[in-house]
């Protein structure tokens, strides 16, 4: 069987990945918690502790053409896995985004000194 992976980058899934250590995968229809913890151990390295599933449903979009004729359609069902790892353990998905967010702190930090010490 062929098991798609695909992680969600998103807000939410970054503050997920920070508070909880619970990471979002996009995964194919017919794929059950226990295959994806597996391949998650397999590809990442890392220790599964809990696997959850949400199935979003897709939404109903209707366009209008010329001569106001409607056309009704609907847009693709979508699985997602919600993965909480071990304690200690994470994946490299936000690590540029963590990365960035610390090369900013510095600079405000630094710009605060320099604001400090002109003021002196």
């Known amino acids: 069987m062929n098991i798609l992976l695909k992680p ?3 807000e939410k899934t970054y503050s997920l990945a920070l ?3 619970t990471y979002v995968f996009d995964v194919l229809g017919e794929t059950n918690k226990i295959e994806i913890a597996k391949l998650v ?3 990442y390295d890392v220790t599964p502790e809990v696997v959850r599933i949400a199935i979003v449903k897709g939404k109903t979009k209707r366009s209008y053409r010329k001569g106001g004729k409607v056309v009704s359609g609907k847009r693709v ?3 997602k896995a919600f993965v909480r790892i071990k304690d200690g353990e994470s994946l490299p998905f936000f690590a540029e985004i963590q990365a960035e ?5 510095k600079v405000a930090e630094k710009a605060a000194k320099k604001a400090k010490k002109d003021k002196k």
């Open 41 to 43: 151990q397999s590809t």
């Open 8 to 10: 969600r980058i998103t």
């Open 77 to 79: 069902d979508v699985k």
């Open 19 to 21: 508070k909880q250590n």
């Open 101 to 105: 967010e610390e090369k900013e702190k």
